[in-house]
């Protein structure tokens, strides 16, 4: 069974930063399309960020503040989240989409103003 696991969330005050991590098994490492996505309460899942085609994509509403990267010795993406906003909270997702959707459970992000 394929698992991406994510860690890192947490509570944090706005202007705060946090870091999320995902462990995802190597065979899948290199997937288009890797990257996290988020889901705020009572919105619908949405795209943050993303590695496609080698090259990093933020949504509108985090650039300049997110970064996601990636360490290939250890098959883990990262994002990297600064001056946090309370539009921030919400769980977030580390999946991959290309060739195969693989998503994992998330983890819990929560900015208080």
């Known amino acids: 069974q394929v698992q991406l696991v994510e860690s890192g969330g947490g509570w944090v005050q706005a202007g705060g930063s946090l870091r999320l991590s995902c462990v995802v098994p190597?065979?899948?490492?290199?997937?288009?399309?890797t990257g996290w996505s988020r889901q705020g309460p009572g919105n619908k899942r949405e795209l943050v960020a993303e590695f496609h085609d080698g090259r990093p994509n933020y949504a509108d509403s985090v650039k300049d503040r997110f970064t996601i990267s990636r360490d290939s010795a250890k098959n883990t993406i990262y994002l990297d989240m600064n001056n946090l906003e309370p539009e921030d909270t919400g769980i977030y997702f580390c999946h991959t989409r290309e060739p195969r959707q693989y998503w994992g459970l998330g983890t819990q992000v929560a900015v208080s103003s």
């Open positions: 190597r065979a899948i490492f290199a997937y288009n399309a």
